[in-house]
T-cell receptor, first 112, second 115 residues
Framework: EAQVTQNPRYLITVTGKKLTVTCSQN?????MSWYRQDPGLGLRQIYY???????DKGDVPEGYKVSRKEKRNFPLILESPSPNQTSLYFC???????????FGPGTRLTVT | AQKVTQAQTEISVVEKEDVTLDCVYE???????LFWYKQPPSGELVFLIR??????QNEISGRYSWNFQKSTSSFNFTITASQVVDSAVYFC????????????FGQGTRLTINP
């Protein structure tokens, strides 16, 4: 079954404690991206990757890091989380940004 | 810079009414793509439609229809004879054909269909 998986689905953490949210897709897609969803702001792109070792900033990259060492995986790293990073995070993959995005189920992150 | 505006934050209608969700976009590109996604109460994001800037034909899929007007930079979505299952947040999005490969979403419209 074609899918995008994210882990964990829910995470409560404290300010400053490094965390990683994993994302994996099984569709051999080249394009992967991370979004955060906040009330009233819609979905905002954090980072995207056109292929292995090719990543670029989206509209809200501050406080986040990503890596793309393998085509299927695109982890999101928060090295020093802060409360303003409390949000719902979605990973997505597709052939390119001009095609349908396949979204993961979301990760709800709370930073206290 | 690219921007997508969904001015309607929330819409509430009674079942069987027709409802239109507005989407206005800004871009300097001549070639681009527009999308609609649905996010039901369960939280997943579901793709509805993709349209490129060269294709201004309106599209109909069952009770759903989309009106793309390049002259007004709008890509509106109409649900005919709405049903309770249509209750969701709907997002409009815009991507570039070339250049920075970002995808920009609107703020979303929360649609509630009351029985």
């Amino acid at each position: 079954e074609a899918q995008v998986t994210q882990n964990p689905r829910y995470l409560i953490t404290v300010t400053g404690k490094k965390l990683t949210v994993t994302c994996s897709q099984n569709m051999n897609h080249e394009y992967m991206s991370w979004y955060r969803q906040d009330p009233g702001l819609g979905l905002r792109q954090i980072y995207y990757s056109m292929n292995v070792e090719v990543t670029d900033k989206g509209d809200v990259p501050e406080g986040y890091k990503v890596s793309r060492k393998e085509k299927r995986n695109f982890p999101l790293i928060l090295e020093s989380p802060s409360p303003n990073q409390t949000s719902l995070y979605f990973c997505a993959s597709s052939l390119s940004p001009n095609y349908e995005q396949y979204f993961g189920p979301g990760t709800r992150l709370t930073v206290t | 810079a690219q921007k997508v505006t969904q001015a309607q934050t929330e819409i509430s209608v009674v079942e069987k009414e027709d409802v239109t969700l507005d989407c206005v976009y800004e871009t300097r590109d001549t070639t681009y793509y527009l999308f609609w996604y649905k996010q039901p109460p369960s939280g997943e994001l579901v793709f509805l439609i993709r349209r490129n800037s060269f294709d201004e034909q309106n599209e109909i899929s069952g009770r759903y229809s989309w009106n793309f007007q390049k002259s007004t930079s709008s890509f509106n979505f109409t649900i005919t004879a709405s049903q309770v299952v249509d209750s969701a947040v709907y997002f409009c999005a815009l991507s570039r054909f070339s250049g920075a490969q970002k995808l920009v979403f609107g703020q979303g419209t929360r649609l509630t269909i009351n029985p």
